[in-house]
C-alpha cells in the first residue's frame, strides 16, 4: 500500500500515527507502507502533525530549506534529512524549539552557515550528524551543556578556529569526528578525560602540537590524525617527531608577531580615543548620548555627531516623518553602513514617554525582522534644549507604504512589488510578530502595525519598526490576565486600530493581529483603510471579504496579476498562470479577512498565517 503525503494539508484533530517514514524504499508501518511521491520540497503542512515523534526523510532528492513550521512539532525526538539536496542556513528559529530531540541527522546535504546557538536546547541529544555539508565558523560552546551527546560527527565541513577543550566535559561522548575541516590548533587534553570515546577523527586538519597520550590516544586504532604536518610526541607507533620542550620557533614568531600587533594597535586605538575625548571636550553640548547597553559594541555617540552625520539634520537627508519625530539619514564614522536617525519632536505630546517605550521594547529583542537599533541619544542640543534620538539600521528601500501608495517614489526606486515580493513581506511581518508575542524573554506588543512602519532592506526584506506604543507584558502569555493592560491610553493609527481598543478594550496580541490583518488587505488591494470610498458600513474588511472567492481579481493590484503573465507568458500558457495567481490571491485575501475579524476570538492566531503563507509560496510558480 502506497500512500502519498505531498501537499496535503493535515489537521491536529486527526489521529495519526506518532512516526511517519518518507524514505524511498518506503519502511514499514503497523498500518503502511508509506513513500514520498510529491512535491521534492518538504511541505510545511508538516508544522500540522504536531504529535510527531520520529521523521525519517533521509536518501531522497529533497531541496529547498527545512520548513520554519517544523518548529511546531514539538514532540520530535528523531529527525533525519541526511543524503538529500538540501541547502540554506540550519534555521535557529526552527531547532530552537525542539528540545526535546534525541537524534538529529543534516548530514549529506549543502547546508551553509554556522552550527545555530539553539542546539544548547538539546539537552537530551544523544546523536548529531551534520558532516558532509558546508559548515563554517567555530563550534558553539553552547553544545556543551549537551551532556547526553553520544555521537558528534562535524567531518567534511569548513569549521575553522580551536578545538574546544568543553568537548571534554561531554562525558558520554564514544564518536568524535572532526575530520576534513580548518581546525588550527592543539589537540586539548580534556579529550583524554572521556572513558566512553572510543572513536576519535581528526584527520585532515592543520593540527599542531603534542598529541596527548592517555584515553582514546592509548589505543592506535580508536584515533586518526593523518593530514595534520605539525604534530608531535603521541604514543611510539604514531612514529612522530619528539616534541621539544618549547614552542617551535614557527609558533614562537607567531606569537611574537601578535603580540607586537596587538602594542600596535592597542596604543593607535589608545591615542585616537583621547584625540576624539579632547576634541569632543571642547564642544558643546559636553553630554554624551547613552548607549543602548553595556553589550552593545558601540561607544554612545554626542548630538554633535549626529548634528554632523546628518549635515544638520537638512531637509535633504529627511526620508520620513512618524508619530512622534521625524527620521534623517546619516554617516557615523564609526559604523559601516548608513544610519537613520529618529528624532524626536519633544513639543508633542507623549513624545518622550514614546521615546522611552521605544527603548525599553527594543533594548531587550533582537530578531532578523525587527529594526536594529544601533544607540540612543538623550541629550542637549546646542541651544541647550533636551534632544533625544534614537540611531537604526538605514533601510534603503524605505516603508512599504511608500512602495504602495507613492508613485513618484515608484519610478524613482523603479520598484513595483509583485505577488512573491508581498508574500515575503507579510511573511517577514508575522515572523516577528510571532518572535513579540511568543519568543522574547518580555512579550511585546506593538499596537500600531501599519506599512509606514514596515521597513524594507536591499533585498526586499520587512523589518518592523516604530515601536513608540508597544506595551511590555509581563508572565505566561497562556494566562488570561496576561492581557489585561488597559487600552485607554492606547492611540495607534486610525483604521489600524482594532475595534475593541476604540472601545477600551484590553491591549492584546489579538489587537496587533487585527492591524496585521489590514496591512495585508492593504498590500492586495493597494487601498488604504482610509479611503474615500470606505464609509457608511463599507470598509476594506467588508469590500475583501465579499469579493471572495468568484470577484478576487476585481479588487487585487492589478499589477499583482500582469506581472506574473508578463513575467511567465513563454513558460506556461497565461490561463493556467491566472488561475494558479487566482487561487494564491483568494487564499491571502482568506488570511487578511480572518485576521482582522470583528472579535478578537474570531481571529488567527500568527502560528497558522505563518503557515497559511508559507503554504501559498509553495503554490506560486517559480
Not at 516 to 545: A, Q, R, V, W
Not at 590 to 606: L, T, Y
Request: hydrophobic fraction near 40%; glycine fraction near 8%.
Amino acid at each position: 500500500l502506497g500512500l502519498g503525503l505531498g501537499g496535503l494539508g493535515f489537521h491536529q484533530q486527526l489521529k495519526w500515527p506518532t512516526k511517519l517514514f518518507f524514505a524511498c524504499p518506503s519502511y514499514k508501518l503497523d498500518w503502511a507502507w508509506v513513500c514520498w511521491v510529491g512535491s521534492y520540497h518538504i511541505p510545511t503542512s508538516i508544522g500540522n502533525l504536531t504529535m510527531l515523534s520520529e521523521v525519517y526523510l533521509s536518501a531522497n532528492k529533497f531541496e529547498g530549506s527545512i520548513p520554519l513550521t517544523l518548529r511546531y512539532c514539538t514532540q520530535m525526538q528523531s529527525f533525519s534529512v541526511s543524503d538529500n539536496n538540501l541547502s540554506g542556513d540550519i534555521p535557529n528559529q526552527t531547532f530552537g524549539h525542539l528540545d526535546g530531540l534525541i537524534n538529529l541527522d543534516l548530514s549529506n546535504n549543502s547546508f551553509t552557515g554556522s552550527i545555530p546557538s539553539e542546539f544548547g536546547n538539546f539537552k537530551h541529544l544523544s546523536i548529531l550528524y551534520l558532516s558532509a555539508n558546508k559548515l563554517s565558523g567555530e563550534i558553539p560552546i553552547e553544545l556543551g551543556v549537551c551532556l547526553a551527546l553520544a555521537e558528534l560527527v562535524l567531518g567534511r565541513n569548513f569549521f575553522s578556529g580551536s578545538i574546544p577543550s568543553f568537548l571534554g566535559s561531554l562525558i558520554s561522548l564514544e564518536i568524535l569526528d572532526l575530520s576534513h575541516n580548518n581546525f588550527s590548533s592543539t589537540i586539548p587534553r580534556e579529550l583524554e578525560k572521556l572513558i566512553l570515546l572510543n572513536t576519535l577523527d581528526l584527520s585532515f586538519n592543520h593540527l599542531y602540537g603534542e598529541v596527548p597520550v592517555g584515553g582514546v590516544f592509548k589505543n592506535i586504532t580508536a584515533f586518526s590524525l593523518i593530514g595534520n604536518k605539525d604534530l608531535c610526541g603521541g604514543i611510539p607507533q604514531l612514529k612522530l617527531a619528539a616534541c621539544s620542550r618549547s614552542p617551535s620557533k614557527k609558533h614562537n614568531r607567531s606569537l611574537k608577531n601578535k603580540v607586537i600587533l596587538i602594542i600596535v594597535i592597542g596604543g593607535v586605538l589608545i591615542s585616537f580615543i583621547g584625540s576624539i575625548s579632547i576634541f569632543y571636550l571642547r564642544k558643546k553640548p559636553k553630554k554624551l548620548c547613552s548607549s543602548l547597553s553595556l553589550q552593545n559594541k558601540y561607544l554612545g555617540v554626542s548630538y554633535g555627531q549626529l548634528h554632523e552625520a546628518t549635515d544638520g539634520f537638512s531637509s535633504s537627508n529627511l526620508v520620513g516623518t512618524g508619530s512622534f519625530g521625524s527620521v534623517y539619514k546619516g554617516i557615523l564614522l564609526h559604523f559601516e553602513r548608513p544610519i537613520a536617525v529618529k528624532v524626536l519632536n519633544l513639543e508633542r505630546r507623549g513624545a518622550s514617554k514614546s521615546f522611552k517605550a521605544e527603548c525599553k521594547a527594543l533594548g531587550k529583542i533582537k530578531h532578523p525582522n525587527l529594526l536594529n537599533i544601533l544607540t540612543y541619544c538623550s541629550s542637549v542640543d546646542y541651544n541647550g534644549e533636551d534632544f533625544k534620538a534614537i540611531v537604526f539600521e538605514f533601510m534603503p528601500n524605505g516603508s512599504l507604504d511608500s512602495l504602495l501608495h507613492s508613485n513618484e517614489h515608484r519610478e524613482s526606486r523603479n520598484i513595483n512589488l509583485n505577488l512573491l515580493q508581498r508574500l515575503n513581506i507579510a511573511l517577514d511581518v508575522a515572523l516577528a510578530l510571532e518572535y513579540l508575542h511568543r519568543d522574547s524573554e518580555q512579550a511585546v506588543i506593538h499596537c500600531d502595525i501599519k506599512p509606514s512602519n514596515v521597513l524594507l532592506d536591499d533585498d526586499i526584506v520587512a523589518h518592523l519598526g516604530d515601536f513608540g506604543l508597544a506595551r511590555l507584558l509581563h508572565g505566561d502569555m497562556g494566562r488570561a490576565n496576561r492581557d489585561q493592560v488597559s487600552s485607554s491610553a492606547v492611540k495607534g493609527t486610525i483604521g489600524y486600530i482594532p475595534l475593541e481598543y476604540g472601545a477600551g478594550g484590553p491591549v492584546s496580541p489579538q489587537g496587533d493581529i487585527y492591524s496585521y490583518g489590514i496591512l495585508l488587505l492593504e498590500m492586495l488591494t493597494g487601498m488604504k483603510p482610509t479611503d474615500s470610498m470606505f464609509g457608511e458600513g463599507l470598509s476594506l474588511h467588508n469590500f475583501c471579504k465579499r469579493a471572495i472567492p468568484e470577484g478576487i481579481i476585481e479588487i487585487v493590484d492589478s499589477f499583482l496579476v500582469m506581472s506574473f503573465v508578463e513575467e511567465r507568458r513563454d513558460v506556461m500558457q497565461q490561463k493556467n498562470i491566472e488561475d494558479n495567481i487566482r487561487e494564491c490571491l483568494v487564499s491571502f485575501a482568506r488570511i487578511g479577512v480572518a485576521c482582522s475579524a470583528e472579535f478578537p476570538a474570531q481571529r488567527m492566531c500568527i502560528k497558522d498565517v505563518i503557515m497559511e503563507l508559507l503554504a501559498i509560496k509553495q503554490k506560486l510558480p517559480r
